[in-house]
């Protein structure tokens, strides 16, 4: 050993530990990589649920559009030879309510959401539009005049529908649950006046989410 220089070399059997530095570079190169690779695996899912509420808000300014133009009625509410879609509701098919609205919709992709792999969205409110180009389930009883009231969601309700039906029935304080279809027992809800509530309920934690007067039943198409 020469003078002034100290032997480095540990005694045999003898571990040698990580300094501060190169734990803090350590955790530095760990932070990068998850840095990089998070974006991949998270953004998709959270751009595409997005997209959906963006949808949903669009068709509820699209609604009150249309009722404004029509005496404060959705097209629910107003006969064929009117403009609206009055005569459809008993059959329980969605796209010819939002076929009358096209002008307010401009464009049929918004019925899509992008979580839906079991869809595609439709080009054109002509050809080839009908109720499996559409993600969402309408109230066909909905009204104008209640904002509160519950206008159109995701279609992958858990809940039950009527035997041989289109529809799901709902009353007041009715609790909406979802399947794993679309976003995973989670869901999104549109209101009368307009308003979205992103993952409105999730299952596991199911709460009231219809709200009506006593007495009252209200019907869920499902495209």
């Given at each position: ?22 734990v803090l ?148 304080g009715t ?32 709460r009231s ?15």
């Open positions: 050993m020469r003078a002034g220089v100290m032997d480095e070399r540990l005694p045999p059997g003898t571990k040698r530990a990580l300094t501060i530095l190169e570079m350590s955790l530095a190169v760990l932070a990068l990589l998850l840095a990089l690779l998070l974006p991949s695996v998270s953004q998709q899912p959270i751009s595409s649920r997005l997209s959906c509420v963006n949808n949903l808000k669009q068709v509820g300014l699209a609604f009150r559009t249309w009722a404004i133009d029509n005496d404060e009625h959705f097209q629910m509410q107003v006969s064929i030879t009117n403009g609206g879609a009055m005569e459809f509701v008993g059959t329980g098919q969605v796209f010819p309510h939002f076929q009358v609205m096209s002008n307010e919709l401009s464009t049929p992709k918004i019925l899509f959401c992008p979580n839906d792999v079991q869809r595609t969205n439709a080009t054109s409110f002509n050809s080839g539009f009908n109720d499996q180009k559409i993600s969402y389930f309408l109230n066909v009883d909905a009204i104008p005049d209640n904002g509160s009231n519950l206008l159109c969601g995701d279609r992958n309700l858990t809940n039950q529908r009527w035997t041989g039906s289109r529809f799901v029935s709902v009353s007041n609790a909406i649950g979802w399947t794993k279809e679309v976003h995973s027992k989670r869901g999104n809800l549109c209101f009368g006046d307009g308003q979205v509530e992103l993952d409105a309920v999730r299952n596991g934690s199911p989410i219809v709200r009506l007067p006593e007495g009252v039943t209200n019907r869920l198409a499902i495209p």
